[in-house]
């Protein structure tokens, strides 16, 4: 299969279905990776854009943003970066409602075992072992 790296804008209009044109062109762009006739390779970046463009500029709830999402890493034919721990700072973001930016450093350094230096309250609430500063 042929590694393909995704842009935001293609997944928005994946899971927006709008506009008509270039929503059909990405549904087309993942059915061919369904069919895995190539790989669609999603960074975590894009997801944080995502998740931003969606709650912002949509106003969609965060469990809403998280439940597409989930589909979305979980998809046939995707490869998302670090998939686990997105999993995991999908479920703190739609639980805790906090940025999924803080979501996915809390899952990442609690997957490590490790602490994360911070002065947000917010990360602790979502159980980080938080390093004193």
Known sequence: MTPVWVDTNILLRFLTNAPEEQARRAR???????QHEITLIVPVVVLAEIVWVMR?????????????????VAA????VENDEVVFDALDLFAERTVDFADAYLVASAARRGEAVATFDADLRKMGARVFSV
């Open 28 to 34: 087309e762009l993942m059915r061919r990776a369904a």
């Open 56 to 72: 912002s500029v949509y106003g969609h709830p965060s469990k809403t943003v998280a439940d597409a999402l989930r589909s979305l």
């Open 76 to 79: 046939e034919g995707v490869a």
